[in-house]
């Protein structure tokens, strides 16, 4: 999936499952903010550029992973 944001500010947002390297995020100039909701499983940032917050929901009692 890509996600590509707007060049004002935006927050992006990923829901449930795994975010993963099949995710490219680009914030796209702006103040932008990447919500990622983790179900389970691991989130890798690597694919993430131009985003200046980002905001992990963590559901209960899941063993996870953050690879920055």
């Given at each position: 999936?890509?996600?590509?944001?707007?060049?004002?500010?935006?927050?992006?947002?990923?829901?449930?499952?795994?975010?993963?390297?099949?995710?490219?995020?680009?914030?796209?100039?702006?103040?932008?903010?990447?919500e990622?909701?983790?179900?389970?499983?691991?989130?890798?940032?690597?694919?993430?550029?131009?985003?200046?917050?980002?905001?992990?929901?963590?559901?209960?009692?899941?063993?996870?992973?953050?690879?920055?």
């Amino acid at each position: 999936h890509n996600i590509t944001g707007s060049s004002s500010n935006d927050t992006l947002t990923i829901k449930g499952g795994t975010a993963n390297a099949a995710y490219t995020v680009d914030g796209n100039g702006g103040t932008d903010t990447l919500e990622i909701d983790i179900a389970d499983g691991a989130v890798d940032l690597d694919p993430v550029s131009d985003v200046d917050t980002v905001t992990l929901n963590i559901a209960e009692n899941i063993a996870s992973c953050i690879v920055l």
